[in-house]
Antibody, heavy 117, light 108 residues
Framework: QVTLKESGPALVKPTQTLTLTCTFS??????????VSWIRQPPGKALEWLAR???????FYSTSLKTRLTISKDTSKNQVVLTMTNMDPVDTATYYC?????????WGQGTLVTVSS | SSELTQDPAVSVALGQTVRITCQGD??????AGWYQQKPGQAPLLVIY???NRPSGIPDRFSGSSSGNTASLTITGAQAEDEADYYC???????????FGGGTKLTVL
């Protein structure tokens, strides 16, 4: 049974760095062809892909956000971490982690992050 | 272009067939994936690849593609199918993913 769960702060201040953790079970990110991605969704708006990390530690980032994002994995803990620097109120969104890339076959429940002073 | 375009809203009478479309240049090279999202819930994969349904997805959901347009068809729409539907595809680089703007499906 594959599950993913996001964790992190619900509220961050502008200019701060956001750190989110995705803890998963039911698969291993050391298995060939496994990938985990981060996707976000501002309230009432569409989904936006942010980043992905592969089993071989390859990393890919949204072109528009790549200067602010870092993705990493801890295979022993079954975790993937996303950091986003210089947070702004427009970054207020539900942040999801999901297994895969094309397609995203399992998703976490999402965590709402509000950026406000 | 790496954009995917969807109609903002579509409606269908209960039990009838509805097609939700997604347009973009990348769809000439890559298949679309389709996700159903109900209020307050995470997206759920309903169609991927040429026309594949994950386990547990009813067979009234099907996918197709022609040129730069991908389609999700619901044959015999049910009340529980009322949701937002998002398409996605790889972009021209193949290493990034783009999502459509979403289609709100209303079942009348």
């Amino acid at each position: 049974q594959v599950t993913l769960k996001e964790s992190g702060p619900a509220l961050v201040k502008p200019t701060q760095t956001l750190t989110l953790t995705c803890t998963f079970s039911g698969f291993s990110l050391s298995t060939s062809a496994m990938r985990v991605s981060w996707i976000r969704q501002p309230p009432g708006k569409a989904l936006e892909w942010l980043a992905r990390i592969d089993w071989d530690d390859d990393k890919f980032y949204s072109t528009s956000l790549k200067t602010r994002l870092t993705i990493s994995k801890d295979t022993s803990k079954n975790q993937v971490v996303l950091t986003m620097t210089n947070m702004d109120p427009v970054d207020t969104a539900t942040y999801y982690c999901a297994r895969g890339y094309d397609p995203f076959d399992f998703w976490g429940q999402g965590t709402l992050v509000t950026v406000s002073s | 272009s790496s954009e995917l375009t969807q109609d903002p809203a579509v409606s269908v009478a209960l039990g009838q067939t509805v097609r939700i479309t997604c347009q973009g240049d990348s769809l000439r090279s890559y298949y679309a994936g389709w996700y159903q999202q109900k209020p307050g819930q995470a997206p759920l994969l309903v169609i991927y690849g040429k026309n594949n349904r994950p386990s547990g997805i009813p067979d009234r959901f099907s996918g197709s593609s022609s040129g730069n347009t991908a389609s999700l068809t619901i044959t015999g729409a049910q009340a529980e199918d009322e949701a937002d539907y998002y398409c996605h595809s790889r972009d021209s680089s193949g290493d990034h993913v783009v999502f459509g703007g979403g289609t709100k499906l209303t079942v009348l």
